[in-house]
C-alpha cells in the first residue's frame, strides 16, 4: 500500500482521445474534443474531514499524509498526473441542454487496484474549468458531506454507486443562493473526491453524435467496451453492450426502489455508463411511501423525478443513448428491440426483488396480485417504507383483527389510518400471511432472507440536515455517528435512528426537500 502522493498515475483517457490543451478556463464550446486539460485550482487551507478507510484498502492505498490532503484539496498535482474535465451534454428535465462538461468536477487520472481493476480519481469542487459556463467550479460543504457519506452508504447498502475517498474543507467561503430566493450567503467550501472506474455518462455519447463527430463516437464506443465490457467480444457487440447498459440500469433503479432512494435529477449527464449511481445532489430517501415524492425543489412543477417516475425516466434516458449511438449502428431494428425489451426486464427483475423482500421462497405467477395489493395499500396508507418492512420481518401469524394489525403497524405509520385504509391494511396482511403458510423456506430462511435487502438504517435527509448543522458550527458528533451507522445499514447498531422522520422535519428545508443549489 502506498499513499496517493506515490502512485503512478495512469492517463489513458487523455492519452486516447484528443483534448483540448491550452490548460484554459475561460467558458467555451470545445468542439472536436473529449476534454480539456485542467489543473484544480488551489484552496486556503485544506483540512481532511473524512477518509473512507473501506475503499482506501480495497484500491491499496495508505492512509493520507500531508501531500495526501494537499492533492484531495486540489493544491498539488503529482508529475504522472494528467488532470482534465470531461466534455458531455445531456438532456436536462426532458430538453437538450447542449455541451455540459465538468464544470467542477476535475479527474486527475486513474490507477490499477489490488484487484487489477483501474479506477480514476475526481475531485468535485476543484476551481473553475471549461465547462464552468457562469458559475464558479466550487462546491459548498452541505452538498459535499452529503455526497460523501450517500456515496458510502449506498455502498454499503449494496446498490452500484461510485465511491467518496475523501472530503476536505477548502477554507474558502464560496457564496450561493440557497432558496435562490435572491439572499445570496458565504458558505464554507469543500472539495469530495470521488472514486469509480470511470465517470463517463450518457451525455458523453449524447455530445458526440449532437456534434455529428461520428469517429470519435466510434472511438469512444470501442473504448468504453475494450476497457470496461472486455467480455463483449462477438461481431454485434454494440449491440450485446447496449443490451448490456439496459440490464445494468435496470438493475440500478430496481436498487433504487428496493431501498426507497431517490435521485433527483436523473438528466441523462447524471446517468453513468456503467450503471453507477452518479451525482449526489438534491436526492433523498422516502420517509413516507409517496410515489410522488421528489426530494428535487426544481423539480417540483412536473415531478419528472418522482420516486415512482425512476423506471421510465431512466427508460427514457435509454432512448436518448441508443439514439446518440443509432448511427453506428447498421440494425437499427434490433437496436429499438433492445430499448423496447426495458419494461419486461424491468418488470422480471422488481417483481423478483420484492419477492425478495417478503421473504417469498419463489416469485409465483399469481404473486402479482399480493405485490399489487402491497403497491395500493402502501401508496393509501403511505407509512415509513423503511420501518414498515422491518415490521413485516416479525409479524406474528396470528395478528387478525384491523385494530391489532394497526397496532403492530403503529411504529410506522405518520397518521391514524381511516376505517378504509384499516381495511386495506389487513387485506394485504391476510394475503401475506396465506402466502407465508405455503412458503417452503422456514420460518428462519424467511426471516434471514429478508433481513439481507431490508435495510433497518437508511441515511435521511433530516440525520444529515443535523450532521451539517452541526459540522458548520465544528462538532462533528453526529457525522462521525452517521459515517459510523451507514456502514451496517442492515444491522442493529444504528437503532437510536429507527424511528420516522421527527414532525419538526417534515417542511424544513433540507430535511426533506433540497434545492439543486449546492
Ligand atoms: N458550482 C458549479 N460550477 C461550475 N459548474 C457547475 C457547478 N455546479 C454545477 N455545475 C455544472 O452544471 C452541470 C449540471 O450540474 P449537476 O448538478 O448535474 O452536476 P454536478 O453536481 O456539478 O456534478 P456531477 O454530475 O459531476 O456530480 C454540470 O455540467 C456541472 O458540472
Ligand atoms: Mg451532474
Redesign the pocket.
Known amino acids: 500500500m502506498e499513499p496517493i502522493h506515490s502512485k503512478i498515475f495512469k492517463n489513458r483517457f487523455v492519452e486516447h482521445f484528443p483534448g483540448d490543451q491550452s490548460g484554459s478556463t475561460k467558458p467555451r464550446q470545445t468542439p472536436g474534443v473529449l476534454y480539456s486539460a485542467t489543473r484544480p485550482t488551489p484552496v486556503a487551507s485544506p483540512k481532511l474531514i473524512a477518509w473512507s478507510n473501506e475503499l482506501a484498502a480495497t484500491l491499496g492505498i495508505a492512509a493520507p499524509e500531508e501531500q495526501d490532503v494537499a492533492i484531495l484539496g486540489g493544491n498539488l498535482t503529482t508529475e504522472s498526473m494528467q488532470s482534465y474535465a470531461a466534455c458531455?451534454a445531456?438532456h436536462?428535465f426532458g430538453n437538450w441542454a447542449g455541451q455540459?462538461?465538468?464544470?467542477?468536477?476535475i479527474t486527475l487520472g486513474e490507477w490499477e487496484t489490488p484487484a487489477g481493476e483501474s479506477w480514476e480519481l475526481?475531485l468535485?469542487?476543484a476551481g473553475?474549468?471549461a465547462?464552468?459556463?457562469r458559475?464558479?467550479?466550487?462546491?459548498v460543504l452541505r452538498?459535499s458531506v452529503r455526497?460523501y457519506l450517500m456515496s458510502e452508504a449506498m455502498h454499503h447498502l449494496g446498490v452500484p454507486t461510485t465511491r467518496a475517498l475523501s472530503l476536505v474543507s477548502t477554507g474558502d467561503k464560496v457564496v450561493r443562493d440557497m432558496f435562490y430566493n435572491g439572499n445570496p450567503q458565504y458558505e464554507p467550501g469543500a472539495i469530495v473526491a470521488?472514486m469509480a472506474p470511470s465517470?463517463i455518462?450518457f451525455g458523453s455519447f449524447e455530445m458526440l453524435a449532437a456534434r455529428q463527430e461520428l469517429e470519435q463516437l466510434k472511438t469512444l464506443t470501442d473504448w468504453t467496451i475494450d476497457k470496461y465490457y472486455p467480455h463483449l467480444t462477438g461481431e454485434n457487440r454494440m449491440l450485446d453492450w447496449m443490451a448490456e447498459i439496459v440490464s445494468r440500469t435496470v438493475t440500478m433503479i430496481v436498487e433504487w426502489m428496493r431501498v426507497g432512494f431517490v435521485h433527483g435529477?436523473m438528466?441523462t449527464?447524471?446517468m453513468s455508463i456503467l450503471g453507477l449511481t452518479?451525482?449526489?445532489?438534491p436526492y433523498g430517501f422516502v420517509d413516507n411511501y409517496d410515489p410522488e415524492f421528489t426530494p428535487n425543489t426544481t423539480d417540483l412543477p412536473g415531478r419528472r423525478y418522482a420516486f415512482g417516475k425512476q423506471a421510465s425516466v431512466a427508460y427514457w434516458n435509454l432512448g436518448r443513448l441508443a439514439n446518440a449511438i443509432a448511427p453506428l449502428i447498421t440494425d437499427t431494428e434490433k437496436l429499438v428491440a433492445i430499448i423496447e425489451g426495458y419494461e419486461d426486464i424491468f418488470w422480471s427483475k422488481y417483481s423478483l426483488m420484492m419477492a425478495q423482500k417478503l421473504g417469498l421462497d419463489e416469485l409465483l405467477p399469481e404473486d402479482h396480485v399480493l405485490l399489487q395489493e402491497l403497491e395500493k395499500m402502501l401508496v393509501s396508507i403511505q407509512p415509513d417504507m423503511t420501518i414498515f418492512y422491518q415490521l413485516l420481518i416479525t409479524l406474528p401469524p396470528t395478528l387478525e383483527s384491523p385494530e391489532d394489525i394497526e397496532t403492530f403497524f403503529k411504529p410506522a405509520l405518520y397518521n391514524e389510518l381511516t376505517p378504509a385504509e384499516r381495511r386495506g391494511l389487513q387485506q394485504f396482511i391476510s394475503l401475506y400471511l396465506a402466502r407465508l403458510a405455503t412458503n417452503t423456506i422456514d420460518e428462519a430462511q424467511r426471516t434471514a432472507q429478508m433481513k439481507a435487502v431490508n435495510p433497518r438504517f437508511i441515511l435521511r435527509n433530516y440525520l444529515l440536515h443535523l450532521a451539517i448543522t452541526d459540522l458548520e458550527k465544528g462538532d462533528d458528533a453526529m457525522f462521525k455517528k452517521l459515517e459510523q451507522a451507514l456502514k451496517d445499514p442492515y444491522g442493529h447498531g444504528a437503532d437510536e435512528f429507527f424511528k420516522t422522520r421527527p414532525f419538526w422535519a417534515s417542511d424544513q428545508p433540507g430535511c426533506s426537500m433540497l434545492s439543486?443549489s449546492?
Open positions: 458531455y445531456g436536462q455540459l462538461g465538468d464544470g467542477r468536477a475526481q468535485k469542487g473553475p474549468t465547462y464552468s459556463r458559475a464558479d467550479g466550487r462546491a452538498s455526497e470521488r465517470f455518462r435529477v438528466n449527464d447524471n452518479i451525482d449526489y445532489g439543486c449546492s
